[in-house]
């Protein structure tokens, strides 16, 4: 039998927010680590709180970090303290003269009474099977008493058993402890870690963190962030949705560290940042990394803390992150296998939502705060310029982290009237290469060397998809096809593009930023002014990020001006050309004349498995836009399908117009070439050439272990060589003799590769 619990005075306190009513115990002054499932006094004084306040929906601890307990957690005891309660009103129907008045029929009652009265509060579970077990025993007495009157006082208080079990059985908590039961030791808590798992806050941060592992998970995946942050991939029972859950950093410190922190974050709040010092993201985060530095420092020596300049250095990252910064979500993009993070409105009830690489649509055990979803509206506003507000509920900028760059968009009432959302995508830390793609059977070999051929010959083209088709991707990746001895600019109202990388890389890139489409009262250029501006600014390549409004009249009027000059490019909505077709001519009023500008459509989409749990990104069409038609390519044969995505394979196959030669647009490009004028073999040979040079580096990088040779730096390197290799042979055979400038490539390729191992 259970011992009479130690009654300690614990500080509670009931904040109401709308129908929200939270239990909140202040431990701090405690000797031991408040929990539900760990220890039987915090669980009888959230008992004798939930009979007192039936409406209370979440509890919290308190002690150095809150420690909170969700409104369905709250419910598993609230049913408890109702029948509790229930039984005390008739503590007298169940006194002993109702039961006798003989010595054994006090010991009954004073069994039965400690039950219900005391461990019911502390142990749910345990008085549960302790009344069974006082059940069979009783009921064993029954069978073997002979005396009547014995037998009428065993069947009453077998009947106020069955009375306290049938309420008790019918509880969502019993239920669920239920096949645990078995051998039930009342030392033994941990049925409780199976119901019981509270979100984690340290002061320091806003965001609520599930710590506990899910007892019924499968680990099917692990492994370790920068930072030393923990990443474990979930299968769970009863549902096709993966559990991404992350220990990060904060989650592993000291109590003497956590002061720290509570102490230095409470200073550094103080400061209000201003618009100005978030011009320049990566300078401000300096400053701040200084200040926090010297002012961690002087708090450690203050309270006579030591620490290590590593241990300064951790804890500095952390009050950055926390402060300035996007506390967890930070953590969470420095994770390259994430690729989009969705946090969903009303704030501070469910948990973040990702996209991974490996595993597609997983649920996290991270819950923001609303507080959070505030302060990170507060940034956006002043990292972009941008309003968000009633009149413009609506905010897409791009988020410069130390670890990787994001896009983000946010969304407010009255548009969301539950509150905010956000959605943050995952831009790769370096560009996307066709090389890459090939590698991740994105596209073919030849379909890399028909876009490499594309890019030269100076085409329009235009890549649409559906939403995370992987269309900028592809687009950044087509911009690293661009010669470097070209101009190229690039027009986004969000910066996605690889422009910085490419700069590094030794690119003539100009970057500009305008208005987005979603956005009134802001100070930037609008999208069409923006690509008009660009035909003032000489031969260039014109790259734009998404073609979404206004602009797509600018656009082709830069595609008929560019036309034969250089590359236009840019990324559309559509799932097919006659798709682009309608949404350009149709949605965004492009004359249908001028939409005969754009040579190429690219489509890119999602292909799902035919369970439906996975999905993979692919080139599902290269189309060329015919001339000869006057109201609807579709009805008038205007499309031309070159490649196009054979399920069955999984590949981008060759159409028999390709084969056959039946491309305008390819002939187009060979008719201003001195060697392939009226020549579709030279066309379709050099074609062929870069699709092997694509599909060589894909088979060198997988066999010797190398992916950087996959990655921009070296793949540029590898076009300027062949094209200077090719410049070569033509100046010495007044031709271009494939299988020569094949020769020599892969001799430069070895040489190369020789040397970069020596080094």
């Not at 239920?175 to 941990?190: E, W």
């Not at 609520?208 to 474990?232: C, H, R, S, W």
């Not at 030591?306 to 967890?328: M, N, P, Q």
């Not at 897409?396 to 959605?423: K, M």
Request: net charge negative; aromatic share 8%.
């Amino acid at each position: 039998m259970a011992q009479k619990l130690k009654r300690i005075e614990t500080p509670t306190e009931i904040q109401r927010e709308g129908s929200d009513v939270t239990l909140r115990l202040d431990y701090a002054a405690s000797e031991f680590f408040p929990s539900l499932e760990d220890n039987s006094i915090c669980m009888a004084q959230v008992m004798d709180q939930l009979i007192q306040n039936p409406g209370i929906t979440r509890v919290v601890f308190y002690q150095k970090r809150d420690y909170e307990y969700d409104f369905e957690q709250v419910t598993l005891l609230t049913e408890i303290a109702k029948i509790q309660n229930g039984l005390v009103k008739k503590r007298a129907a169940f006194s002993p003269e109702h039961l006798g008045k003989s010595t054994e029929t006090r010991r009954r009652y004073i069994q039965f009474q400690n039950i219900v009265y005391n461990w019911m509060k502390a142990d749910p579970v345990g008085a549960y099977v302790e009344l069974k077990r006082l059940d069979r025993h009783e009921r064993i007495l029954l069978n073997n008493q002979a005396d009547s009157d014995e037998r009428a006082l065993t069947q009453k208080f077998l009947n106020l058993i069955a009375q306290v079990l049938g309420q008790l059985d019918k509880t969502k908590l019993i239920l669920m402890a239920s096949p645990y039961l078995a051998g039930y030791d009342p030392a033994d808590r941990s049925v409780y870690r199976r119901v019981f798992s509270p979100t984690i806050k340290p002061d320091f941060m806003f965001t609520k963190l599930m710590a506990a592992f899910p007892q019924d998970g499968e680990e099917i995946d692990n492994y370790t962030l920068p930072d030393d942050a923990e990443v474990t991939i979930f299968k769970l029972p009863d549902t096709v949705q993966l559990l991404y859950h992350l220990t990060p950093p904060e989650f592993k410190l000291s109590e003497d560290k956590y002061m720290l922190l509570d102490e230095a974050r409470r200073i550094i709040s103080e400061h209000r940042p201003e618009r100005s010092e978030f011009v320049n993201p990566g300078r401000m985060r300096q400053v701040f990394q200084n200040v926090g530095s010297d002012l961690l420092e002087e708090l450690s020596d203050y309270n006579n803390i030591r620490l290590r300049s590593r241990d300064i250095d951790e804890l500095t990252k952390i009050l950055i992150r926390h402060s300035i910064g996007f506390g967890l979500i930070e953590v969470l993009l420095s994770d390259a296998k994430v690729q989009d993070i969705t946090i969903n409105s009303p704030m501070g009830k469910l948990p973040m939502f990702i996209v991974h690489q490996e595993f597609d649509d997983c649920t996290t055990n991270i819950i923001p705060a609303v507080s959070e979803g505030d302060s990170w509206a507060s940034k956006m506003r002043l990292i972009s310029g941008r309003p968000l507000d009633e009149a413009n509920p609506i905010i897409d900028t791009e988020l410069l982290l130390p670890y990787a760059n994001a896009r983000v968009a946010a969304i407010a009432p009255p548009l969301n009237p539950s509150g905010l959302a956000f959605a943050f995508r995952r831009h790769r830390d370096r560009p996307w290469t066709l090389p890459l793609m090939i590698q991740n059977r994105m596209m073919t070999p030849l379909a890399a060397g028909m876009l490499s051929f594309l890019v030269d010959g100076s085409r329009t083209m235009l890549v649409a998809g559906t939403r995370s088709a992987g269309k900028t991707s592809l687009l950044g990746a087509v911009m690293t096809e661009i010669m470097r001895k070209y101009r190229i600019i690039t027009v986004e109202d969000t910066l996605e593009l690889p422009v910085p990388a490419l700069r590094e890389l030794g690119f003539n890139v100009q970057s500009m930023k305008v208005a987005s489409a979603l956005t009134q009262g802001s100070t930037e250029a609008a999208a069409d002014e923006g690509i008009r501006s660009t035909l003032r600014l000489g031969d260039s390549a014109l790259i734009v990020g998404e073609v979404r409004s206004t602009e797509a009249r600018a656009l082709y009027e830069a595609m008929r001006v560019g036309a034969l000059a250089n590359v236009v490019a840019g990324t559309i909505h559509g799932d097919s050309p006659y798709g682009v077709f309608d949404r350009v001519v149709n949605d965004l009023g492009v004359p249908r004349t001028s939409f005969k500008a754009t040579d190429i459509v690219v489509v890119a989409n999602p292909i799902r498995s035919a369970d439906g749990l996975h999905r993979w990104r692919r080139v599902t069409q290269i189309t060329e836009v015919g001339k000869q038609w006057e109201q609807d390519p579709l009805a008038e044969n205007g499309f031309r399908d070159l490649l196009k995505y054979d399920a069955k394979s999984d590949q981008l196959k060759p159409t028999s117009d390709l084969l056959n030669g039946e491309s305008d647009i390819l002939k187009g490009i060979a008719g201003n070439v001195k060697e392939w004028a009226g020549n579709w073999d030279a066309v379709w040979n050099n074609v062929l050439l870069r699709a092997k040079i694509k599909e060589r580096l894909v088979e060198v990088a997988e066999k010797a272990g190398r992916p950087e040779i996959l990655e921009a730096e070296f793949t540029i390197t590898a076009n300027d060589s062949f094209h200077r290799i090719s410049d070569k042979i033509r100046e010495e055979l007044g031709s271009l003799d494939e299988k020569r400038i094949l020769f020599e490539w892969e001799d430069w390729l070895k040489n190369t590769l020789k040397k970069n191992m020596q080094r």
